[in-house]
C-alpha cells in the first residue's frame, strides 16, 4: 500500500504564484517522511517553531488534512539591513489514505518541532468458518 500526495489543483496553482501576492492559501510546506510499518503508516512532518496547538489535523473523505500556522519573529533591522530567512504563516499538506487503514484511530504527538502522525492499517477481516447444521 502506498500513501498519496493529494494536491488539487488549486494548491498547484497556489505553489506557482506563491510569493506573486498576498492571497495565497499557504507560506511554506513543512517537509513530510512517511514510513510503512506492519501495522501503521507513521508520518513525520518538520514543523519547529510551530506550536502544536496551532496544527489542527482532520481525515474526511480519506484524505489526510495537516495545516497550522508558525509565528513571525520580529525581523532585526540595523543599519538600513534587514535579513528574514525563516519563512512563517499557514502551512497545509493532504494525503490520500490507502484502503484499509483505520481512520477513527489516528493519533498525533509532538516532539522537538517534529510532529509523529500515526495511522493504523485496519485489521485485516478473517474468514467465517459457517457450519452446517442438519435438522
Known amino acids: 500500500m502506498n500513501l498519496m500526495r493529494y494536491e488539487p489543483l488549486h494548491r498547484e496553482i497556489d505553489r506557482i504564484f506563491r510569493g506573486f501576492g498576498e492571497n495565497c492559501s499557504t507560506n511554506w510546506v513543512p517537509a513530510v517522511d512517511i514510513r510503512e510499518d506492519e501495522d501503521r ?8 517553531g510551530v506550536d ?16 497550522g500556522t508558525r509565528e513571525s519573529d520580529q525581523a532585526q533591522e540595523h543599519d538600513g539591513y534587514r535579513r528574514v530567512e525563516r519563512v512563517s504563516g499557514k502551512f497545509l499538506r493532504r494525503f490520500t489514505l490507502p484502503d484499509g487503514v483505520d481512520p477513527e484511530a489516528v493519533t498525533a504527538r509532538s516532539n522537538n518541532g517534529v510532529l509523529e502522525v500515526s495511522i493504523p492499517k485496519a485489521p485485516q477481516a478473517k474468514p467465517k468458518r459457517i457450519e452446517v447444521t442438519v435438522n
Open 41 to 48: 503508516f507513521v508520518l513525520h512532518l518538520d514543523v519547529p
Open 52 to 67: 502544536p496547538a496551532q496544527i489542527d489535523i482532520a481525515v474526511e473523505d480519506a484524505v489526510l488534512s495537516l495545516s
